[in-house]
């Protein structure tokens, strides 16, 4: 049995005490405001008011190591592991050591934030011991008495560094014409996959603007057993349309252009590779741009390359920078396949492209070509966007044809209740003239109470019952 917890703390006692309240946290508040504070307590308080708070906050999740300013000297070696890159202290933005603390997880090898560890990588280890257990590594040198030609035989791996890249790309913006020369001599027969490497790609760049017109000209030469292959590559093309926008000379236009035209069709299909096309189109001339446009229609291409996902972007660059008679020759041949292109998820967007041309008859062209499949236009995804454009167009010719051809059609159902084709029943009844306004009022309102329960019944409902005093397009 335990015993009473009064007989053994009289401070619990109940017998002679009563407390009339008690504090928030559920202690006994005593009234007797005379009594003495035990020592220990008083101890306590004071040691607490004699507490500074510390200056700075430290993260419980940051790890506890020692600052490098404090133990530095202690430290048998001052300088860095070998880095990632061998070229790291080349670049501007390398963070002095003393600024940062020792990382505890390098020092066993566990560190798997590796470069970009916030905290300084050195090791404890006797100096002949670190440099033994070490791969080889080259001597990093210091941007103040580094010589470009230091570099030797090096300087193919420091053209695939990120940090020695970066500093041949300095080196070429100070328009030093030796020490251009020097990098042009030394990257030219590296140039083919250079092109394609995702740090040597800027280079190659840099190099392609600061080089001259023979130079670039050697450079076309080097790269066109591999042109294709490197056009394609996801880095290779910027290379390749930073060559083709830098061309100051006729020769070096001709000899893109022989290089580029076996391969119109295959880089237009590519994702990179199309890129290289949409530079052509932009940079050369409109009459030097016609291997293009003479590839694309003919051999019956233009169906293939406009009902692609990225050709059909090629075809629109094509009608933004072509001549009169490319464009007049290219968009006859989309109207002619304005049937098939319409129903596409790609091509359709050429045919309404074309729309927006500034050639007479286009749009007359294309609706009579789509005219006698209207129904069936109207109730296709992509080709009712199409019919919606014909519609909303300025030709007062082609929605009268567009009209006339819906009044005729008896089951008026099958079109309200389509998902698409009540977009265009709605489309009419907002480009429609007070006539032709009526008239479709007259073919719609009995088949009304078909679609009550539809989504789009009150929008139809409302264009029905619109103002007349409302402004109509006139019909002459």
């Not at 007989?7 to 504090?23: I, K, V």
């Not at 592991?81 to 080349?90: E, H, M, T, V």
């Not at 020097?182 to 027969?189: D, G």
């Not at 140039?191 to 392609?208: A, E, H, R, V």
Request: aromatic residues 10%; glycine residues 2%; proline residues 4%.
């Amino acid at each position: 049995m335990i015993s009473n917890l009064n007989d053994q703390f009289e401070a619990f006692s109940m017998n002679n005490e009563s407390f009339s309240s008690f504090r928030r946290n559920g202690s006994p508040i005593n009234e007797d405001k005379n009594e003495d504070i035990p020592e220990f307590i008083t101890q306590l308080l004071d040691e607490q008011n004699d507490f500074e708070p510390p200056k700075s906050h430290t993260s419980f999740t940051e790890p506890h190591t020692p600052s490098s300013t404090k133990y530095v000297s202690d430290l048998s070696i001052s300088e860095p592991s070998a880095p990632i890159s061998p070229f790291r202290n080349l670049s501007t933005t390398f963070i002095s050591q003393r600024n940062q603390r020792i990382c505890k997880f390098y020092q066993i090898g566990q560190c798997k934030f590796g470069d970009n560890c916030k905290f300084l990588h050195i090791k404890t280890l006797p100096q002949e011991k670190l440099i033994s257990t070490q791969t080889p590594h080259f001597e990093i040198i210091s941007p103040s008495n580094v010589c470009i030609s230091d570099f030797g035989s090096d300087f193919s791996k420091m053209c695939h560094d990120q940090y020695g890249c970066r500093y041949l790309q300095r080196q070429l913006e100070d328009n030093n014409p030796q020490t251009t020369k020097y990098i042009f001599e030394q990257m030219l027969p590296i140039i083919t996959p250079l092109m394609s490497d995702p740090f040597g790609n800027y280079l190659c760049q840099k190099l392609i603007e600061v080089v001259n017109s023979e130079q670039r000209i050697q450079i076309i030469r080097k790269i066109t057993p591999t042109f294709f292959i490197i056009s394609k590559n996801i880095h290779g093309t910027r290379s390749i349309q930073k060559l083709i926008s830098c061309y100051s000379t006729k020769e070096e236009q001709n000899m893109l252009i022989n290089v580029i035209s076996p391969y119109v069709i295959e880089l237009i299909f590519d994702s990179n590779g199309n890129h290289v096309i949409q530079e052509c189109l932009k940079t050369f001339g409109k009459s030097d741009n016609g291997f293009i446009f003479d590839t694309i229609v003919n051999d019956d291409n233009l169906v293939k390359v406009a009902t692609h996902k990225h050709g059909c972007c090629v075809v629109q660059r094509c009608i933004d920078y072509g001549n009169r008679q490319q464009l007049i020759t290219l968009i006859d041949e989309i109207v002619k396949n304005s049937l098939i292109l319409v129903k596409d998820a790609f091509g359709n967007y050429v045919v309404q492209y074309i729309l927006n041309v500034d050639i007479v008859g286009v749009i007359i062209d294309v609706t009579k070509m789509l005219l006698n499949d209207l129904i069936d236009l109207s109730m296709q995804k992509f080709s009712s966007n199409v019919i919606e454009k014909l519609i909303r167009s300025d030709e007062i010719e082609v929605r009268q044809m567009i009209f006339d051809k819906f009044l005729q059609i008896k089951d008026v159902t099958k079109l309200l209740q389509d998902s698409y084709a009540n977009y265009v029943i709605q489309t009419c009844l907002d480009q429609s003239s007070v006539e032709y306004h009526s008239k479709l009022s007259n073919w719609i309102t009995p088949h009304l109470s078909t679609i009550r329960n539809t989504p789009y019944y009150k929008k139809i409902q409302n264009k029905l019952r619109r103002d007349e005093n409302k402004q109509h397009y006139s019909v002459n």
